[in-house]
């Protein structure tokens, strides 16, 4: 089955305390994509990968950071989480920027 | 000014009705034009995918593309209770961009 994985689902942490939330597809795609949702917000974009070892920031990149060593894994990485990151996270993929996105179920998380 | 503007809702119908969801944006690049679905606890689902300007239809989905205006809709016919949900517009040209969603419920 196509799909994009993301684990963990549900995360409580507490400032300063390093996480990633790791993400997976399996459709070949080259675009890989990082957003989170906050409530009247939408979905922003937090980084995006063209391709392997090609990323880029999108429009909220302040205190993340990510990698794509491998074309199927995108993890999105918080050095030192803050309160304000608390949000739901969507990875998601597709086989460009302008092709529809799959998206992944979501990461839900709380930095206390 | 957002380059997409989407009214959050929420909005509520009766079972039945014909619901209309909007969007306007300012970036006149804007090539390819969507409507995703989310449902309560799940990642938004491609719904409707449009290139150019006018309308198409997939079922009770109707979404129209009005590229002078700036304007995108989509319109529900014969609204059911398990198309309440999230709506998201969403536009593209070398990246894409999301409305806020507009909060859609149909009450049986």
């Known amino acids: 089955e196509a799909q994009v994985t993301q684990n963990p689902r549900y995360l409580i942490t507490v400032t300063g305390k390093k996480l990633t939330v790791t993400c997976s597809q399996n459709m070949n795609h080259e675009y890989m994509s990082w957003y989170r949702q906050d409530p009247g917000l939408g979905l922003r974009q937090i980084y995006y990968?063209?391709?392997?070892?090609?990323?880029d920031k999108g429009d909220v990149p302040e205190g993340y950071k990510v990698s794509r060593k491998e074309k199927r894994n995108f993890p999105l990485i918080l050095e030192s989480p803050s309160p304000n990151q608390t949000s739901l996270y969507f990875c998601a993929s597709s086989l460009s920027a302008s092709n529809e996105q799959f998206f992944g179920p979501g990461t839900r998380l709380t930095v206390l | 000014q957002k380059e997409v503007e989407q009214d959050p809702g929420p909005l509520s119908v009766p079972e039945g009705a014909i619901v209309s969801l909007n969007c306007t944006y300012s970036n006149s690049a804007f090539q390819y034009f969507m409507w995703y679905r989310q449902y309560s606890r799940k990642g938004p689902e491609l719904l409707m995918y449009?290139?150019?300007?006018g309308n198409k239809e997939d079922g009770r989905f109707t979404a129209q593309v009005d590229k002078s205006s700036k304007y995108i809709s989509l319109f529900i016919r014969d609204s059911q209770p398990s198309d309440s949900a999230t709506y998201l517009c969403a536009m593209s040209s070398d990246d894409m961009r999301f409305g806020a969603g507009t909060r859609l419920t149909v009450k049986p």
């Open positions: 449009t290139y150019s300007s």
């Open positions: 990968s063209m391709n392997v070892e090609v990323t």
